[in-house]
């Protein structure tokens, strides 16, 4: 059976609801989580509810870790947004509500290892004749929360790739840049469009790191939303339109949220 794969919901509970309906449809039954549930946008409570709800697991992003522990590195405006956020978990009235949040961010995944078998992904344990090796994690193999994989690496930064796929023994899929697309060991990038309809097929002896883009804050000039669904021989990448002026305005009636962030949703970047 195929699994969802989604990613870097950023707080944004219209596109993440957008995705999930699209998901439901297509009948798949599991639907797994890279991280960063939370920060920049609206809605991280909800978020989080849901993806606790429906993620047969999740890992943790570097706004997840941002909210649990202090931001790193992070611009003025995540940052911004990062305080903003947590405050939004001190604040909730509900102690259950607000114990289980948190008890979701501290038990979130650095990383998760499966196969990829004839039925599709699924737990090592339950996988004993499996293809292939799947990796998961938000960042890259070598800095699992933190690190971007850029698309341009490919071609500027070889060294860098052959390091990250020394990690990599089949199939790895992350998050964390919000453009999606998928590197192999050539090194090369192929974007969605590159791939076409048929997303990428895997092949016997070639190891991939499959970006599957960011359902709340894309960043490749398209502001769909973007997931991935992981089948038995290939994966598809897919994009959902949703109602972008809802999430802006939101963001626009809090004050301590930069409205850059919503316009940054039209332009898909």
């Known amino acids: 059976m195929p699994t969802a794969v989604i990613s870097d919901v950023h707080a944004n509970a219209v596109a993440l609801k957008a995705v999930l309906a699209d998901i439901d449809a297509r009948g798949i039954q599991r639907i797994i989580c890279l991280g960063d549930t939370v920060g920049y946008g609206p809605d991280p409570l909800e978020c989080v509810d849901i993806v606790r709800a429906r993620c047969a697991w999740s890992l943790l992003g570097n706004h997840d870790f941002a909210v649990l522990y202090e931001p790193t590195n992070f611009n003025p405006n995540a940052e911004l947004a990062t305080h903003w956020t947590r405050e939004q978990f001190e604040t909730e009235t509900d102690e259950a509500k607000k114990a289980s949040r948190y008890e979701f961010l501290n038990h979130l995944k650095v990383r998760v290892a499966e196969h990829i078998g004839a039925d599709g992904p699924q737990p090592m344990s339950s996988t004993p004749t499996a293809m292939r090796q799947l990796l998961a994690v938000h960042g890259s193999p070598r800095k699992p929360i933190n690190e971007y994989i850029f698309p341009e690496d490919a071609a500027n930064n070889p060294d860098k790739l052959e390091s990250i796929f020394d990690r990599v023994q089949g199939i790895c899929i992350v998050g964390h840049t919000h453009v999606p697309g998928v590197f192999t060991n050539e090194p090369d990038f192929y974007s969605p469009m590159e791939l076409g309809e048929t997303g990428y097929r895997f092949r016997d002896g070639e190891k991939a790191v499959i970006n599957v883009g960011s359902v709340g804050q894309p960043r490749d000039r398209d502001n769909r939303a973007s997931y991935a669904i992981l089948h038995a021989t290939h994966v598809e990448f897919v994009r959902i339109a949703y109602n972008i ?19 940054r949703l039209y332009t898909g970047e």
Not at 245 to 263: F, G, H, M, W, Y
């Open 245 to 263: 002026d809802e999430t802006a305005n939101k963001i626009r009636s809090v004050s301590q949220l930069p409205s850059s962030l919503a316009d």
